[in-house]
């Protein structure tokens, strides 16, 4: 049944990424304790967060990445667990659009790096995330965030539907989360696996202490997210997009 809703899967066919420039920018570290402001080259970023559809291929052409055959080192149990389950009908036109979710950072790298892309650094997707939407439902994308923020995220959401920013790259916000290729650097070190190199008030109140803006909650939340995670983990809401230097 597997091998043949994987074939079902696979036969559908996965639009090519079309790809936006974001501009050169001035990335300015949301704690005091960072590095200083690092010059972030223009690059090139995927327009929207990488769909089942265009997973499934890569898996299809790299059988190791697939669930049954990927080693736990890279990816823990929950890895792709939703095409089990969610797509013992085959894959219809929504699901084939919805962002692929439940992958690993090393699932995410190996992807792009297929595509002959790669990951954004943290810098740069925190650069690109900064464009303002072209939407009369949002003043900024701070309304995007805490909107998402306070209801339940969407379920069955298709990529592209949630807002469009001036660099016409969409969903940044709203829709999943994403890796980065350097997540586990959230602050103060080059390495920050070891998890005694966080930030003891990342978590709670005294943060905003070292917070370049003591009142930006939303980019408190995305930080600490991002600290939590390691390389092998994924979630139902995690997923990513790929960029290319230019």
């Known amino acids: 049944m597997i091998r043949l809703l994987v074939l079902l899967l696979a036969a559908t066919p996965a639009p090519?990424?079309?790809?936006?420039?974001?501009?050169?920018?001035?990335?300015k570290p949301f704690f005091k304790g960072d590095s200083t402001a690092t010059a972030v080259k223009a690059f090139t970023m995927d327009t929207k967060?990488?769909?089942?559809?265009?997973f499934l291929k890569f898996v299809s052409n790299n059988p190791q990445w697939s669930a049954q055959n990927i080693q736990r080192l890279f990816a823990e149990a929950e890895y792709l667990s939703h095409w089990t389950s969610a797509f013992t009908e085959g894959l219809d036109h929504q699901l084939?659009?919805?962002?692929?979710?439940?992958?690993?950072?090393?699932a995410a790298r190996a992807y792009c790096q297929s595509q002959g892309k790669r990951l954004p650094s943290m810098a740069e997707w925190e650069t690109a995330a900064l464009s303002a939407p072209v939407d009369s439902r949002y003043q900024n994308t701070n309304d995007i965030i805490l909107d998402w923020y306070s209801r339940k995220m969407p379920e069955g959401a298709t990529v592209g539907s949630?807002?469009?920013?001036?660099?016409?790259?969409?969903?940044?916000?709203?829709?999943?989360?994403?890796?980065?290729e350097d997540f586990d650097r959230v602050n103060f070190s080059d390495d920050s696996r070891n998890s005694a190199?966080?930030?003891?008030?990342?978590?709670?109140?005294?943060?905003?202490i070292d917070a370049a803006d003591a009142a930006d909650y939303a980019t408190f939340v995305r930080y600490a997210f991002r600290a939590s995670l390691k390389g092998n983990?994924?979630?139902?809401?995690?997923?990513?997009?790929?960029v290319k230097s230019l």
Do not use: H
């Open 16 to 27: 090519a990424q079309d790809m936006k420039v974001v501009p050169a920018a001035v990335f």
């Open 49 to 54: 967060a990488v769909t089942n559809a265009a």
């Open 96 to 106: 084939a659009n919805q962002p692929v979710v439940n992958v690993s950072w090393f």
């Open 162 to 180: 949630v807002y469009r920013n001036q660099d016409g790259i969409y969903d940044l916000f709203g829709l999943v989360w994403e890796w980065t």
């Open 197 to 208: 190199e966080l930030p003891a008030g990342l978590f709670c109140g005294s943060a905003s």
């Open 233 to 242: 983990y994924t979630g139902r809401k995690l997923g990513f997009r790929c």
